[in-house]
């Protein structure tokens, strides 16, 4: 019965060992994306035909698929949103990324078709709003749940303050 009992301490202590070395590998991983973060160097991540006007400003990009509910919502609030965000320097456009052309009658402003960007754009969710930089890079990515948060989301970028690289997730 001892011998039994030392085995599965032995055991036990092995396993405790492997998911430590695996949770230490996987802390390397995060730190490297962490570092790695969203450089403009990266081409995947670079959308130059969606660069904006100026360095301290931004593109703010709406993301939007003819399938979603919720894209009817965010569309709706857009226009306002889109006439505020131009009058503070910023680049503003809504993507649609299925190409359906529904959202053409929608005042939105500069429309742009999935198929038409210099590189696919994949996104697990919509709507969502992009945020790039004067080269085009991917700073954000962010999901809009409702005009309430599109409104959050964007209320940053209108103020006079210089524009920062937001810290939150990226996807591409």
């Known amino acids: 019965m001892q011998s039994v009992l030392v085995v599965l301490l032995v055991l036990a202590w092995a396993a405790i060992a492997f998911l430590t070395f695996g949770y230490a590998a996987l802390v390397g991983k995060v ?6 973060g969203s450089t403009s160097s990266d081409p995947s991540r670079r959308w130059p035909d969606l660069a904006a006007p100026a360095a301290a400003k931004r593109t703010l990009a709406l993301v939007v698929s003819s399938t979603c509910p919720t894209c009817e919502e965010a569309v709706a609030a857009w226009p306002a949103i889109r006439r505020a965000l131009s009058g503070a320097g910023h680049r503003t456009l809504l993507i649609d990324i299925d190409n359906s052309g529904r959202w053409k009658d929608a005042d939105a402003g500069e429309i742009r078709q999935g198929a038409e960007l210099s590189s696919p754009l994949l996104l697990a ?35 006079s303050a210089p524009v920062t690289a937001p810290t939150t997730g990226v996807a591409s």
């Open 125 to 159: 969710y919509q709507p969502a709003l992009l945020l790039l930089d004067a080269d085009g890079a991917l700073l954000a990515a962010e999901p809009v749940g409702s005009a309430e948060t599109l409104t959050a989301l964007t209320a940053e970028h209108l103020t």
């Open 31 to 36: 730190r490297a994306l962490e570092t790695r």
